[in-house]
């Protein structure tokens, strides 16, 4: 059985990671982050998983380090932040692209500028067309819960895709929490080895990220938008197995006091809970308020969100992100 | 039927257009793009072998003569062999039409 303890959340998505044994993790220390990025180092420093903690130069080296890692058929984990994520842009739809269940934990943060630490979500707003499957994770139990979902997400052979979790800078990432942690035996129950579709091995010769002419580009990016499409329907059958096992339940919009709701907040992230209270006050002075909760970004789900407005007459949907000169944000 | 050399629609692709047959890109014929293909005047040539070593695409090969010759399949026609060619026995030539 788990235990629930008190922990730091960047902490507990670094001991989540630590439980899913992974090989291989290629990071690059960011505020506010860097506590992930130390404490995966302090786990293989420590040999508590039979890891490689790879010391890169640069966050596009983090992630070009993990494609390569995850080529081999290794199970990878990396975490960023703000500029560090824009710093590896370039190299993330070659992630999606190339296939690979690579699983990252992302602080999200403010980009510049001005200059600013402080948590937003402007850094992943920025990456969201890469085709990563995005979890945002309204407190620590969520990110812990996430980040081995993730793995199990993004292995499935009918899925094949790279997965960030997201967990608000701060917020949650310096926020001492009580979480319950699963157990070593609990996670290899419903996570099994990672079995890649191919691998760079000698034995059998395979080319991977190769050249698509005109002709067949487009078509490689239909074949990436199905991938992602029709991954919900994996995450709905692994979240139900999470369910199942650990009693916790997950889904893509979460929905409080929404059954007679004529208002309702929409919100991602860790400005969930907060607005729970905002709800309970609202309701006090007779105002019919509810919430949803998107806890799945990518891909959008759109099926839930059109069943859990029903009958709701008003939404405030909050951003936290600007999309400059466009239709509002990003998530309006 | 044929065989197809590669897939035509994302139906027919591997996951992450992964390719399982080793040495495809040998299909892919370069030497389409050519505009100026390069020819060699033997009577020039000292078999040096500098041609060989310089081509970007490794298409230049040993004739059993000695003498030197580019696979045109692959030959995009940069004429950088020419460019190096210390007794300039290579000609870059017009492809026609």
New interface residues.
Partial sequence: MGKRVGMEVAIASAEAAALCRFDVAAVYPITPQSHVAEHLSDIVNDGRVDASFMTVESEHSAMSAAIGASATGSRVVTATSSQGLLYMSEVLPIASAMRLPIVMIIANRAVSGPINIWNDHSDIMLQRDTGWISFFAENGQEVVDMTIQAFKVGEDRRVMLPVNVNMDGFQLTHVVEPIIMPDQEEVDRFLPAYLPYATLHPDRPVSMGTLGMPDIYTESQKSKDEAIVHSIGVIREVWKEWEAQFGRKYEPIGSYRTEDADVALVTMGSMGETAEIAVDELRKQGVKAGLLKIKLWRPFPFDDLKKAVQGIRVLAVTDRAVSFGGPGGPVF | MTEKK??????E?N??????R?G??SEYHTGSWRAKRPVWDNAKCIKCGVCYIYCPEGCIAEKADGYFDANLDYCKGCGICAHECWSAAIKMVNEEG
């Avoid at chain 2, 590669?6 to 139906?11: A, D, R, V």
């Avoid at chain 2, 996951?15 to 399982?20: I, K, L, T």
């Fill in positions: 590669w897939p035509e629609t994302w139906q692709m996951p992450g257009c992964m390719v399982f080793p495809s890109a």
